[in-house]
């Protein structure tokens, strides 16, 4: 499988070729004769289409693509169904409660991608109706290789890790140009244990500020 994303491609081809990614696409293969897959194919690796490694600020780490039809296109907690996920939805209610920024009736984030805001899944795909098949089929392996190259960056990027499975990443996060955000997961079970008014928007901004980098515009648009 080749995959020709610019600025991304080297660190890619460097997974393509292991036997742990071959071993995965097969297993893709496979399940697509019988099962229908979300995102659509094309759609797997948006999250890098939309945000390059030179204009990356922030990480926002999901757990996997929203299962039903017409909601995932590789962009996590984004949508393009007109009916919100209640994890979007908590999203916004602390984008309003954090920077005043009106509820959207529009879930999709693609506009914070194309500023820098890298929107990545740790698993990429999943089958219609059952959230989490795709764990432990070799995506955690793909998208931990790619934290660990973007940790590697001289430039100040804010990693947003929202739930227990976002931050399994943190041991990854070694190097001090770097700032870690934290909280519960946004879901409707655990919002109201820590997700809500943890303000990381504001505190996303305020870092990059801080290194004179420009801050996202978190309007939905």
């Known amino acids: 499988m080749e995959?020709?994303?610019p600025m991304w491609?080297?660190?890619m081809n460097e997974e393509l070729i292991k036997p742990y990614f071959k071993n995965l696409m097969s297993f893709l293969d496979e399940r697509?004769?019988?099962e229908t897959i979300y995102p659509p194919k094309k759609d797997w690796f948006n999250a890098f289409?939309?945000?390059?490694?030179n204009n990356l600020k922030v990480v926002i780490l999901g757990q996997d693509p929203y299962h039903g039809p017409n909601q995932a296109h590789g962009l996590s907690f984004s949508t393009l169904n007109e009916k919100l996920p209640?994890?979007?939805?908590?999203?916004?209610?602390?984008?309003?409660d954090d920077l005043n920024i009106d509820i959207s009736t529009k879930g999709d984030l693609t506009s914070w991608a194309r500023q820098g805001v890298l929107l990545?899944?740790?698993?990429?795909t999943v089958e219609a109706s059952k959230p989490l098949s795709h764990k432990n089929k070799g995506w955690e392996i793909f998208t931990h290789q790619m934290i660990r190259h973007i940790n590697l960056l001289n430039q100040p990027i804010v990693f947003i890790l929202w739930g227990n499975q976002a931050k399994d990443i943190k041991p990854?996060?070694?190097?001090?140009?770097?700032?870690?955000?934290?909280?519960?997961?946004?879901?409707?079970?655990?919002?109201?244990?820590?997700?809500?008014?943890?303000?990381p928007f504001s505190k996303a901004n305020h870092y990059l500020m801080m290194h004179h980098v420009n801050p996202v515009d978190w309007h939905i648009k």
């Open 3 to 5: 995959i020709q994303i």
């Open 9 to 11: 491609t080297n660190w």
């Open 32 to 34: 697509s004769l019988t």
């Open 49 to 53: 289409l939309y945000t390059s490694v």
């Open 86 to 96: 209640p994890s979007l939805k908590n999203i916004y209610k602390e984008l309003k």
């Open 120 to 124: 990545l899944n740790t698993v990429l």
């Open 172 to 199: 990854l996060l070694t190097n001090p140009k770097h700032m870690v955000i934290e909280s519960v997961h946004p879901s409707p079970f655990s919002a109201r244990l820590g997700f809500f008014g943890s303000k």
